[in-house]
């Protein structure tokens, strides 16, 4: 069975400051995608980066960056200079390698960055 | 551009009342849809997905059903809402080739009381 697991409930972030956000996983497909998403206050939730698992360099999009390590099953985002409008939930998520490309979610972990 | 639209944005019932809520997607064709369910102060939990018109999987068992009457409609029913029905509902979409993307729609808030 796949999991996904966030261990921090709540993180906290000077602005400017860059900030790791963990995320561990578990699956027996070979292949297999992983994604984080931001959710705001709102309630809607943004895409922000997906790695998939033959990926050979970590993704990157703007301010975040996936690291990536195969090996120990773990995907961490990490936002470089935050802001305060970084200051979300923010869920890891995975998909199998089925056609349905559903996605499992971890539990979140909520981010607050500090002026 | 894609668009995926769910209505309506909040909703109170009360318990034992039927629900309905819609989900459209627009400027794609043939996408994977999927109704997931965030209870306050979690993550979200895969109700249904679908890969086609009335092809319906059912993830939880519950009292909530899922229909796709057309390609890029997705519809979650329940004959009889249950307080534990409470939460957020939120569609998403995929496309059937592109699988490193999921977009989701503003979502619903409902409260059963």
């Known amino acids: 069975a796949q999991k996904i697991t966030q261990t921090q409930p709540g993180m906290f972030v000077q602005e400017k400051e860059a900030v790791t956000l963990d995320c561990t996983y578990d699956t027996s497909d070979p292949s297999y995608g992983l994604f984080w998403y931001k959710q705001p206050s709102s309630g809607e939730m943004i895409f922000l980066i997906y790695?998939?698992?033959?990926?050979?360099q970590n993704a990157t999009e703007g301010r975040y960056s996936l690291n990536f390590q195969k090996a120990r099953k773990s995907a961490n985002l990490v936002i470089s200079a935050s802001q305060l409008g970084d200051s979300a939930m923010y869920f890891c998520a995975m998909r199998g390698g089925d056609s349905s490309y559903k996605l499992i979610f971890g539990s979140g972990t909520r981010l607050l960055v500090r002026p | 551009s894609q668009t995926i639209h769910q209505w309506p944005a909040t909703l109170v019932q009360p318990v034992g009342s039927p629900l309905s809520l819609e989900c459209t997607v627009e400027?794609?064709?043939?996408?994977?849809l999927y109704w997931y369910r965030q209870a306050a102060g979690r993550g979200l939990q895969l109700l249904f997905y679908s890969v086609g018109i009335g092809q319906i999987s059912s993830e939880v068992p519950q009292n909530l059903s899922a229909s796709r009457p057309q390609d890029r409609q997705f519809i979650l029913s329940s004959k009889k809402l249950l307080l534990s029905d409470s939460g957020f509902y939120l569609c998403?979409?995929?496309?059937?080739?592109?699988?490193?993307?999921?977009?989701f729609g503003p979502g619903t808030r409902l409260t059963v009381l």
């Open positions: 400027g794609t064709s043939n996408p994977n």
């Open positions: 790695q998939g698992s033959y990926d050979q």
């Open positions: 998403a979409w995929t496309s059937g080739v592109s699988y490193n993307e999921q977009f």
